[in-house]
């Protein structure tokens, strides 16, 4: 296998934004952190210096029937922000439903003690890691 330009999954939030990428196999994901919205371009400037990311993925909101609501709306604007300032980076958009859910489960049987499970950002970027991990199992499954 070759290696691959990676894949940064965002789980966008209100007061932080969960950062994970995949390796340059596209086998796995790793949590970058978190980072409020200056400091998500500065991260996303730097790896686009070093020519390191393929695809944006972000997390879409959608409600249990698939719909819309005022969330999604201020992901729109995000990413529209996104693709302002990183022109030539081709963005997509994943189902995000429940994947905090799935992510606060991952982080509990882990062992994590509720301490560290309730730091500021564990969530936000274990989010970030269950959405791209779920989209590379995707792209393993039917490539």
């Known amino acids: 296998m070759r290696p691959k330009k990676r894949i940064v999954a965002i789980d966008y939030g209100a007061k932080r934004i969960g950062v994970a990428r995949s390796d340059p196999l596209w086998l796995f994901a790793q949590s970058v952190g978190t980072f409020d919205r200056p400091g998500l371009s500065v991260a996303l400037a730097t790896m686009v210096k070093q020519d390191d990311i393929g695809l944006l993925l972000v997390g879409y909101p959608l409600s249990d029937g698939d719909e819309r609501n005022a969330m999604t709306e201020v992901v729109d604007r995000f990413i529209e922000g996104l693709r302002a300032e990183f022109p030539r980076l081709p963005i997509e958009t994943v189902d995000e439903h429940r994947s905090s859910r799935s992510a ?6 882990s062992g994590r003690s509720r301490k ?23 792209c393993h499954r039917s490539g």
């Open 104 to 109: 606060r489960q991952i982080l509990i049987a």
């Open 116 to 138: 560290e499970r309730q730091q500021k950002g564990r969530l936000d970027s274990a989010a970030a890691c269950v959405l791209l991990s779920e989209y590379l199992e995707c």
